[in-house]
């Protein structure tokens, strides 16, 4: 199902003036670029590549970093790019089909029923960056349910040398949920799926993490309310259901053939009502599930616990995510020197 298909009667974007790249709603220094894709069931998709190059235009380097954002979410972490670029690598992030810059009004926001579908973009994006941009050395950086495709998508193109190492920042390996409700209630979930895909599942995602991060509630960021909402999106049976198969593989064990660095938080807690902890811990998923789970993903795995971090890692507090930012740059200078 990982294998890419041909894109029958679809053409590449070509854009003003024969060049697929846009200005991006990041500003200066980015660029986005749409990638056509099969459509679906819901008519017309697409993914949308951005980028920036390391030194403020193209050549300068021959490595670079893609990013993968997780659920609900989309590329907003210039930090992260920042970062990036002044350690010498061009950065691109890419908002996968119905999130973000990719999120059109026909679509059912972030639904997917395999995550195998994502193989498309992910493999157009390292084609762009190897062959279109001439990069020689490829580091995918995923977070939260990017930090489960990524590393799924890599175990299924092991062999292929597409990537040279995956930086995973608290990635989604398994439900925060006890025992009786991974097992009985997703099932149930499954066999729904089967039938109304896009059936609400009764949601217990963190309302107090969004009030966390936007400037507008509780928090220091800001970004775009319309593709990434404090109070979420619905979670729908036929992307649960997919995101389950895609633990079941993990717990099988992937062989995915780069070093891996997961990061996670030491701390995680469901906060049902605004408490100033939740600043300091995952508040979404199972720090400790995602430990344990990291080891399954190859056989070169170093995971790195960050005391004090959120969800995201490199959206916590000032110094914590000064700490997450060294612990990046240790491993790449280990492994991708």
Known sequence: MWEA??????????????????????GEGYQARTLPLRPDEEGEVVAT?????????PGTTRRAVLYLHGFVDYFFQTGLADFHAERG???YALDLRKYGRSLRPHHTPNYVRSLAAYAEELDEAVRIIREEDGH?????????????????????????????????????????ADLVTRRVASRGVELIARRSPLWRVPSTLNVHYGHSLHRSHRGEWEYDLRWKP????????????????????????????????????????????????????????????????????????????IEGGIHDLVLSAEPVRRQVYAEMARWIDAYLA
Do not use: C, Y
């Open 230 to 305: 404090v109070e979420a999106f619905p979670v729908v049976a036929g992307w649960l259901a997919a995101v389950r198969r895609g633990h079941r593989e993990v717990a099988r064990g992937l062989a995915v053939d780069v070093p891996i660095l997961s990061m996670s938080s030491t701390a995680s807690g469901r906060v049902k009502v605004w408490d100033e902890s939740i600043r300091q811990l995952d508040a979404v998923l199972d720090a400790e599930a995602i430990a344990r789970l990291a080891v399954r993903l190859g056989r070169h795995v170093t995971v790195v616990r």
């Open 136 to 176: 020689d050395v490829v580091l995918a950086n995923a977070h939260s349910t990017g930090g489960l495709i990524l590393p799924l998508w890599a175990h299924h193109r092991a062999g292929r040398g597409l990537v040279q190492g995956l930086i995973l920042n608290s990635p989604f390996l398994e439900l925060n």
């Open 5 to 26: 298909e041909e894109v029958d009667g679809v053409a590449r974007d070509a854009g003003d003036g024969g060049s697929p790249w846009r200005p991006d709603v990041l």
């Open 89 to 91: 690598w061009d950065f």
């Open 49 to 57: 590549l951005v980028r920036r190059w390391a030194g403020g235009r």
